[in-house]
């Protein structure tokens, strides 16, 4: 168990609706970092935020966006949703400390099938 | 943009052989790692490489990375099958970017 919390854990939903994905860093990391992983993709990382503010943005679509709470807690919101977007997205976390490494901590993500 | 690409991408190898993972990355970077994805589940962290030159080692797998030729190896020694899984290097900072796996299967 890495200690990242993702809900839920499979979603199955329609194309043009709007989900939520939510993820719980492990207890004192500052920095989330979503990513999307599919057949044809890959994993691509979609964003990252450290400590309630936006560190890092991959390859993220508009229809796409994420925030991390005061309590660090983190969600994705994926709206106007395409049967391209259907793939497990996953939530990392790590806390960078100056001159050590910065694994990331991956959750168990969440599948996302769009129909 | 940072690119990452591993060979080969898709690995069978018979137990008790030897086998290396190549990781070649586009731009300059003092930091990268190797994670492990089995089917259907998350990724673990393997090692994490900070300088030229450092190497790492777990068990039958051994990480190298040289920063100039912006290449690091993953290599297996003697292949059991607890060994079959997806291998994954990153590379970067803030946006860590990673290459496409290396599907190893071995097989008895």
């Known amino acids: 168990d890495s200690g990242v919390t993702q809900t839920p854990k499979h979603l199955i939903t329609a194309t043009g609706q709007r989900v939520t994905l939510r993820c719980s860093p492990r207890s004192g990391d500052l920095s989330v970092y979503w990513y999307q992983q599919s057949l044809d993709q890959g994993l691509q990382f979609l964003i990252q935020y450290y400590n309630g503010e936006e560190r890092a943005k991959g390859n993220i679509l508009e229809r796409f966006s994420a925030q991390q709470f005061p309590d660090l807690h983190s969600e994705l919101n994926l709206s106007s949703l395409e049967l391209g977007d259907s793939a497990l997205y996953f939530c990392?976390?790590?806390?960078?400390?100056?001159?050590?490494?910065?694994?990331?901590?991956f959750g168990s993500g969440t599948q996302l099938s769009v129909l | 943009e940072l690119k990452v690409e591993q060979n080969p991408l898709f690995l069978s190898m018979q137990e008790g052989k030897n086998y290396t993972i190549y990781c070649n990355y586009s731009?300059?970077?003092?930091?990268l790692y190797w994670y492990r994805q089995d089917p259907g589940k998350s990724l673990e962290s393997l090692f994490v490489?900070?300088?030229?030159?450092a190497v790492k080692q777990e068990g039958r797998l051994m990480a190298s990375l040289d920063t100039k030729a912006r290449l690091s190896t993953l290599h297996i020694t003697a292949a059991v099958h607890d060994l079959s899984a997806t291998y994954f290097c990153?590379?970067?900072?803030?946006?860590?970017?990673f290459g496409a796996g290396t599907r190893l299967t071995v097989k008895p």
């Open positions: 490489l900070l300088s030229n030159g």
């Open positions: 731009t300059t970077s003092d930091r």
């Open positions: 990153a590379v970067g900072d803030n946006d860590m970017r």
């Open positions: 990392a976390s790590s806390h960078p400390i100056q001159g050590q490494d910065e694994k990331l901590f």
